[in-house]
């Protein structure tokens, strides 16, 4: 007898998701996944978890490498290419083969792209993609008395023309390709073209698929994040983590590392690097709280600070479940719009995970701290008590005396911070007006002065 899918696991795992949709939709982001990629029987996969990136609102650029189409056409036209530093020299007559190994990565990616057969993952995705001459080229030069010839460096991206394909719902795709203004033709590292873009583009993250298992730590399992200078120094600090990667392996790995530490220079504050050989690896770094590869990060991964109007979908987005479960008053989102500058927020990687507000009542010199939350995936790491700490000291600030709360369900957590209990006639005035005897809150206390 065939078992019923678990309705309610499904379920659970798309509401859990919900968060990550959301904080996502709109974002700018730039995908590298290598030639090797798309010779696996599995790039279906990837191809599908793209659409449906797009699907949820993501912009999407991609880039794609093809080193061993390369390889291979090269190999047919009889060129044997040099290497120097592990950049291969492109001769005029190798240009060739890179045009014609590109050119045939690129139409098998639009195909797939374009599938959209019932019954399968692509059904009605409807992919529109653009390519085109994006990125301007020059001559990586001579160096060391060495002539890389049409081995090229980026030298302008152009970011308007992508922003406007990708404002009109394109995805826009890219090759190790570029031209220059003497029409002539480069062939690039794919990796540098995704970094370059990422930066022209002030991309929100730059994600780069690959082929190896990824940064890896001491117990040989990913990393999960490393902010700037780490991802600089990760090289020359744990050796004994990259011994466990093969040689090959670890020069790719410091590659992508270096890559995403120029990227996040450059001003792109998520760099994520994620292992192809992980089905689905796409979709769970984004849409999964931890994450399964290395997040290399601008600033600090997680924040906190004043809120702005663009946080009140966030803030709505983590207080409307304990509202309903009546931990929270209820707040329209009118009301949230005029008075979001009391709020202060704590984002990590794009979401709202905890806000308090601060209202201060000049009069009796007397505050309320309110609508003080955290998401539930990140309770009882001290984040409540760290926004409680701030508000207080922005109350301070503001030379209040007394510090009021209402709460329902978390008396005991603020006893144990400090107040204590007080009736709703102390309140000050203007909030005795608006106190709710239905939802019967207890009223807490704290002196500051
Ligand atoms: C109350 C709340 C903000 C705490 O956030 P947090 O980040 O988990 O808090 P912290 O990590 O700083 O504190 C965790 C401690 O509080 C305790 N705690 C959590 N909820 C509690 C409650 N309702 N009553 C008493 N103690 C509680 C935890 O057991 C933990 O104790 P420990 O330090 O002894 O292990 C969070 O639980 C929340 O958002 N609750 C729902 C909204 C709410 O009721 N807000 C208050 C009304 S304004």
């Not at 982001?29 to 696996?40: D, I, N, S, T, W």
């Not at 922003?163 to 090759?175: F, I, R, T, Y």
């Not at 994620?274 to 931890?290: A, M, P, Q």
């Not at 601008?298 to 906190?304: F, I």
Request: aromatic share 6%; proline share 3%; hydrophobic share 40%.
């Amino acid at each position: 007898m065939n078992k019923m899918p678990d309705i309610n696991d499904h379920v659970t795992w798309f509401r859990n998701s919900a968060p990550y949709i959301h904080a996502h939709r709109g974002k700018t982001v730039v995908v590298l996944f290598g030639g090797e990629a798309v010779e696996q029987e599995s790039f279906h996969h990837l191809i599908n978890d793209i659409a449906l990136l797009g699907s949820l609102g993501v912009r999407l650029v991609l880039v794609h490498g093809a080193r061993p189409q390369i390889e291979r056409q090269l190999e047919t036209l009889n060129i044997k290419s040099k290497f120097f530093e592990g950049l291969r020299i492109t001769t005029p007559e190798a240009i060739l083969g890179v045009e014609q190994a590109v050119g045939q990565v690129r139409m098998t990616i639009e195909s797939q792209l374009s599938m959209g057969l019932p019954n399968t993952p692509m059904a009605d995705a409807s992919v529109s993609v653009v390519s085109g001459n994006f990125v301007t080229a020059q001559p990586y030069g001579i160096r060391e008395g060495i002539d890389y010839c049409q081995t090229g460096n980026v030298r302008k991206v152009d970011a308007d023309a992508i922003k406007q394909q990708l404002d009109h719902g394109k995805l826009v795709l890219a090759s190790p390709i570029g031209y220059s203004p003497t029409g002539e033709i480069f062939n690039l590292r794919a990796e540098d073209v995704a970094t370059d873009i990422a930066i022209a583009l002030h991309a929100d993250k730059l994600i780069f698929v690959m082929e190896t298992i990824g940064v890896i730590n001491g117990d040989g399992r990913p990393l999960q994040q490393l902010n700037l200078p780490q991802a600089e120094q990760w090289f020359k600090q744990h050796g004994k983590a990259n011994a466990r990667l093969s040689e090959e392996d670890a020069r790719d790995t410091q590659s992508h590392l270096d890559n995403a530490a120029h990227a996040c220079r450059g001003g792109v504050r998520r760099v994520h690097l994620v292992s192809r050989n992980i089905d689905g690896s796409l979709l769970l770094e984004l849409y999964t709280r931890d994450g399964v590869g290395t997040l290399v990060t601008a600033d600090n991964y997680e924040g906190l600070r004043l809120a702005t109007i663009r946080d009140i979908g966030g803030i709505l987005e983590l207080i409307t479940p304990l509202e309903e479960q009546g931990a929270l008053v209820k707040r329209s989102r009118e009301q949230l719009e005029l008075d979001i500058h009391n709020f202060t927020v704590i984002e990590r990687d794009g979401m709202i995970v905890a806000c308090a507000a601060l209202f201060c009542f000049d009069i009796e010199k007397a505050c309320e701290l309110a609508c003080l939350a955290v998401h539930p995936d990140y309770q009882e790491h001290g984040r409540g008590n760290e926004l409680m700490q701030h508000i207080e000291w922005q109350a301070r600030k503001q030379h209040m005396e007394q510090m009021f709360t209402l709460t329902t369900q978390t008396m005991h957590w603020f006893l144990e911070r400090g107040f204590s209990e007080a009736d709703p006639d102390e309140l000050p005035m203007e909030k005795q007006a608006l106190y709710n005897y239905q939802r019967n809150s207890k009223v807490l206390r704290k002196q500051l002065g």
